[in-house]
């Protein structure tokens, strides 16, 4: 019995698991990327190689796994599925991406990863236009997603308008670059404009995602599509950007090579299969309700390797954000209190075992 209840508790905890790796991986992507870009890597380029990283690293895998062993799983390719995932691939990697580090360039990556926050609150409203999340005014549970979607949103406005004094100066005393980036507001606003309409184009991607899945149920192969069709069309917005500047494509082995391979394996390839994999199972508004770990991370790292500068009114605005997402994060987890999906796995399982039930459990745990 203890055996089954451990198994049981890992089974329920691998989602959030899952969306921890995430925030993770996207962390140390922020603070790679800017190392990156402050060395002068392009950020249409680093787009455009991260990838073909990607595309080359999860390829095989959608290849064995969706087409050869569970070839059964996957429909087939529509039209419908492909403007999907072109629609996709459009959303995240040109979209997102370019309007996300565009903005980082002009602010830090604490401050990049700190906006991302208002991500929770974009994907749930958009799951409560497009009917993948249920509000009910008068239940507890959906007035803490309404008042952790205002908090979230009100937290990233204080962390763009308010700087106040420095709590923390930069690490080892190396601070001119970023002075230089701080001082400066005009490209701090505008660089908060860039990373907020990006991160409603990446609150876009995961909706559209968990549409397609239902359609299309093989993430590896949607991550494979993804990144192939994102290549093809950022390298088209890269060569119109930097037409005038060819020598950004030259790659030399350093910083940014490393920023290449690891966003390209770790972000552009596994996340986009472990993020599917979770938006299919537990919802769009699951995957985003993270996010502010990702703050905390970065924070951390970016004040250690690139001397970054830490501000009262970011870390307000940081406190306030996180506050509100917990809220939406509680609000969630308490959708699946009633009908764990695991719980009742286990009651079928172990119980009766008629046809009737069988098949039930059956549509039970395609859903897990």
């Known amino acids: 019995m203890e055996k089954h209840e451990t198994q049981h508790w890992f089974v329920r905890a691998k989602p959030f698991i899952a969306v921890v790796f995430l925030q993770f991986g ?68 040109v979209i997102g991406q370019n309007l996300y580090f565009l903005g980082m360039k002009y602010t830090t990556a604490t401050f990049a990863a700190a906006m991302t926050n208002i991500l929770p609150a974009s994907a749930f409203i958009l799951a409560c236009i497009f009917r993948l999340e249920k509000i009910k005014v008068k239940c507890i549970r959906s007035q803490a997603k309404v008042v952790g979607t205002i908090a979230s949103v009100s937290g990233a406005m204080v962390m763009t308008l308010i700087k106040g004094p420095v709590l923390l ?27 907020a309409l990006g991160c409603f184009s990446c609150a876009c991607f995961v909706i559209v995602q968990a549409i397609t899945l239902k359609t299309y149920p093989a993430p590896l192969s949607l991550a494979s599509w993804i990144c192939f069709l994102g290549t093809l069309e950022t390298a088209v917005v890269a060569m119109i950007m930097e037409w005038c500047n060819p020598s950004v494509w030259y790659i030399k082995w ?58 009262l009114g970011r870390v307000i605005g940081a406190v306030i954000t ?23 796995e286990f009651v079928f399982s172990a119980d009766e075992g008629n046809v009737k039930n069988e098949h039930f459990a059956q549509e039970i745990i395609t859903i897990q």
């Open 322 to 344: 996180c506050l509100g997402l917990y809220l939406v994060a509680w609000g969630k987890s308490k959708d699946y209190t009633p009908s764990d999906p695991v719980i009742q």
């Open 254 to 311: 350093d910083m940014r090579l490393l920023s290449i391979v690891y966003t390209g394996i770790v972000c552009s390839g596994v996340l986009y299969f472990v993020q599917g994999v979770v938006v299919k199972s537990r919802g769009p508004v699951f995957v985003t309700a993270v996010s502010p770990l990702c703050t905390v991370i970065v924070a951390i790292l970016g004040y250690f390797i690139l001397a970054e500068e830490l501000f």
């Open 169 to 195: 100066g930069t690490f080892g005393g190396n601070s001119h670059n970023q002075h230089t980036d701080e001082t400066n507001t005009q490209p701090v606003v505008a660089g908060s404009i860039m990373i």
């Open 26 to 93: 996207y962390a140390i992507m922020d603070v790679l990327s800017k190392a990156a870009m402050n060395k002068g890597m392009s950020n249409y380029v680093f787009i455009v190689y991260r990838h073909v990283v990607a595309f080359i690293f999860i390829t095989p895998f959608a290849l064995y796994f969706d087409i050869y062993k569970y070839k059964k799983v996957r429909n087939k390719m529509t039209f419908s599925i492909f403007m999907k995932i072109v629609l996709l691939s459009f959303l995240e990697p």
